[in-house]
């Protein structure tokens, strides 16, 4: 179960523990969005239990986030290509999935460039071996791009019941 910190202008801003949460409540720097929602969050708390479903709160004071800059890991990879891996198609568990270089790194390719770097399996992986990929009849599916830097996008992408929670919120809002 997460919590999903919003920005005072409803920008979602992290997934935040729920002991962070009793802080920030304490501190009096959050708010809730309805009375039915801080109410059962309050008895959850108090009775020591978790909420039941997604509680979303949001900051009582807009705050300048900062620019973040994404890093092509193993993890952000997999986020941007979807578990896919992008020679073959197969989608499969982040075990049988490989991070490959487009270009080796032996041959020139950037180790750590957002374009040179793409999800493979093992089984595409390992026919690539120290090649370029039209050496081997290998095609990319999509040019690999540097994940975007809304941050939004990055949470929701791993927690879809957040996403779920707040395109309702939106849409009562409006
Ligand atoms: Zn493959």
Redesign the pocket.
Known sequence: MAVLLLNASLQPLNVISHRRLVVLLSKERVAFLDESAEHATAEALAGRRLPDGVVIVRLLRTIQVPRRLLRPNRRNLLLRDDHT??????VGAASELTVDHVVPVSRGGAPDKWENVVI??????W?KANHRPDEVG?HLRREPRPLTQEYAHIIFLRYPDLKEAYDRLLATAA
């Open positions: 891996c992008q020679y073959c198609g197969l493979a399996c093992k089984r595409c992986n026919r290998l």
